[in-house]
């Protein structure tokens, strides 16, 4: 990848991120991705509807006939120049839509142009995993695989592939918790108060507020809520239905 394309990537990924953090995400997800088949990239979608690719997996070359770095090099150009005409209006109506944060996922069906003029039935899925509504930048991770022949029939295993991605993405975030912030989690998502962890943890109750609005910020959550959500989800935490009116939590 020449210089000029990796610094306007670095600019694209760095507003409010460090170069370090945007290597070390680079890297990680380039090593945790790289067995799966289908293709796999995010998007920077930003509040004027505008759409940057800014990471995909090796498997792009295959779906499009295009590197990484050509498809990066035309920009927007792109879905004017390979979506098919019937399916381009859709595709960017949906992309405003998750720009204007109507929608924090979706699925379609599309066409696009390979390098080598032929055309490709694609089914993509993708998720909001990271927003910033003061810069009005949304983050988009998607699935797309080439459909061409066949019918969608199973969209659990998509959900399933989804959600397996998700769950490595959040895994470096996890990663980037301290010790403490980790331990602190455990006490929120089993209902302690910021006063009761700060006696369990002999330490004021400014020290574990901070601690609090630090894990928040890491995790990119707002409430107490998003956080048991996210525990559950990434096997932080178990949830036992014993029945209607009693359930047992389980912090590991």
Not at 47 to 59: F, K, M, T, V
Not at 173 to 189: A, F
Not at 196 to 212: G, L, M, V
Request: glycine share 4%; net charge positive; proline share 0%.
């Amino acid at each position: 990848m020449g210089k000029d394309i990796e610094n306007r990537i670095v600019d694209s990924l760095t507003k409010g991120l460090s170069v370090k953090d945007i290597i070390k995400e680079h890297e990680f997800l380039t090593k945790a991705l790289k067995g799966f088949e289908s293709v796999i990239y995010i998007n920077n979608i930003n509040s004027d509807g505008s759409i940057e690719l800014i990471w995909a997996n090796n498997r792009y070359l295959d779906l499009t006939g295009f590197t990484f770095e050509e498809r990066y090099k035309m920009g927007e150009r792109y879905y004017e120049m390979y979506y098919h005409p019937d399916d381009y209006k859709n595709a960017m109506q949906i992309i405003r839509d998750v720009a204007n944060w109507k929608i924090n996922s979706y699925a379609m069906n599309y066409r696009i142009k390979h390098k080598n003029g032929k055309w490709v039935w694609i089914y993509s899925k993708g998720n909001i995993f990271e927003e910033n509504k003061k810069l009005g930048i949304r983050k988009c991770i998607s699935i797309a695989i080439n459909m061409t022949g066949r019918i969608v029939q199973n969209n659990e295993q998509l959900d399933i592939l989804l959600k397996e991605i998700a769950q490595l993405k959040n895994r470096s975030l996890i990663d980037k918790l301290t010790k403490t912030e980790k331990q602190i989690v455990k006490y929120l998502v089993d209902c302690m108060t910021t006063h009761e962890i700060a006696k369990k943890r002999n330490r004021s109750y400014n020290t574990i507020n901070n601690h609090r609005r630090n894990i928040f910020k890491k995790l990119n959550l707002h409430s107490i809520a998003g956080l048991v959500n996210f525990a559950v989800e990434n096997g932080l935490m178990f949830i036992i239905i014993v029945s209607e009116t009693f359930i047992i939590t389980k912090v590991i």
